[in-house]
């Protein structure tokens, strides 16, 4: 007779997955649910718009971790990768006042490792507790020689909500107003591609607590300031650093001025721009440079917004608002 060919056979594990499946299912439970009518398990998950929204508008954002993946195979320390996932979508979701309602991640490899992916998830369900967001469902796709063994892949895909009058989208933003920027925990997830060509494979362990510090998860902290003060514009400085992210936010008529020694630089920089003799110009359209989002707010409350917001991460005045055309100038 001739063998029986199952699906195992091909190198997909469903029995594997299922466990996973429901790994999933019994620690999502300790993530904010209010609100979660279905979620994992099923095709789909539901979600019930929180009251107290006069004109709720839907925000969306989606991302992925890039190439730092690489460092995270290499020195098998997936515990965090899961935070940077949520982080890099929550924190372009907050930028326009938007609360975080839920999270779906997806994730792919050749051959699923249980313990591997469960050190993932774990990281992807603390980034939601972080950031007060559900994570009601994704994806687990098994795909044998698609992927280089012990390596896989992931991607988010978060939605908040945010009353229409109360979006923040930077037009009030004007002459004389400050720069407040939030410290970063460092590289957070952008430039890695930069990064593993100025720091070689061989060292990336040596390295390791530098390069895979999960980026950090502002929501909590932005929120509360927009209950508190008048927050004009906020820029997740994300790939493109200070001189590309901040223009966004900016009206036509302004420029924003920042100051390069207003803030302590993280040791990692100075490394890769040694390493990489790279000029001060590069260096700070590539990396973040140790501020990983910027709050635009009125000279009258900026001394108030920076004590409340050193509460919850290093904070610093680091530049203002001056006439212009809606570009960065470092000084």
Known sequence: MKKQITYSDSGVDIDK?????????????KTYSKGVLAGIGGFS??????????NPLLISCTDGVGT??????????????????????INDL???GAKPLFFLDYFATGKLELKQA??????????????????IGGETAEMPDFYPKGEYDLSGFAVGVV???KIINGKNIKNGDVIIGLGSSGLHSNGFSLVRKLIKKNEWKKFSNMLLAPTKIYSRLVLELIKKFNIKGIAHITGGGLPENTPRILPKNVKAVIRK????????????KKRGNMSEKEIFRTFNMGIGMVLIVP???????LKFSNKYHKAYIIGKIEKGNQIVELI
């Not at 020694?261 to 100075?270: A, G, L, M, R």
């Open 299 to 305: 000279q009258s409350q900026s001394q108030a917004i």
């Open 17 to 29: 997955a299922d466990k996973l499946v429901d790994f999933i299912g019994s620690a999502v439970k």
């Open 163 to 165: 009353d229409k009058d």
């Open 94 to 96: 907050v930028t326009c």
């Open 68 to 89: 730092k993946l690489k460092i995270a195979f290499t020195a098998k320390k997936h515990s965090t990768i899961g935070i940077d996932l949520v982080a890099m979508s």
């Open 118 to 135: 469960k050190e993932v998830i774990k990281g992807i369900i603390d980034g939601c507790k972080m950031s007060d967001c559900a994570l």
């Open 261 to 272: 020694k207003s803030w302590p630089v993280p040791e990692i920089y100075n490394i890769l």
């Open 45 to 54: 998950a539901a979600f019930q718009l929180p009251k107290g929204y006069k």
